[in-house]
């Protein structure tokens, strides 16, 4: 099981359960100590749900999270993957 943020609907942070992420009305903190502090997001436009089973290809956006249900984003478009210089 994980929990998510969600923004406007969408599924933007994936973390594991036992991952503390504290919503207050300025921003967001995901760790004890912190490892990360969304400045975009706070408690006022942003929502916790835990406990849920994320979509095995997950990814920040691709996804729509509303009553417990997931759904692709219909405005999804894949991202771009740029060949490393180095790579044969």
Known sequence: M?????KDGKSI???EDDV???LSDTDITVG??????????SSTDTVLHEGVTAPDDWYGHKYTFKRSKWKL???WVEPV???DPWEE
């Open 2 to 6: 994980s929990k998510t943020l969600v």
């Open 13 to 15: 942070y994936l973390f």
């Open 20 to 22: 503390s992420v504290v």
């Open 32 to 41: 004890d100590p912190a490892i990360l502090i969304i400045g975009d997001c």
């Open 73 to 75: 984003n219909p405005d």
């Open 81 to 83: 993957r740029h060949k």
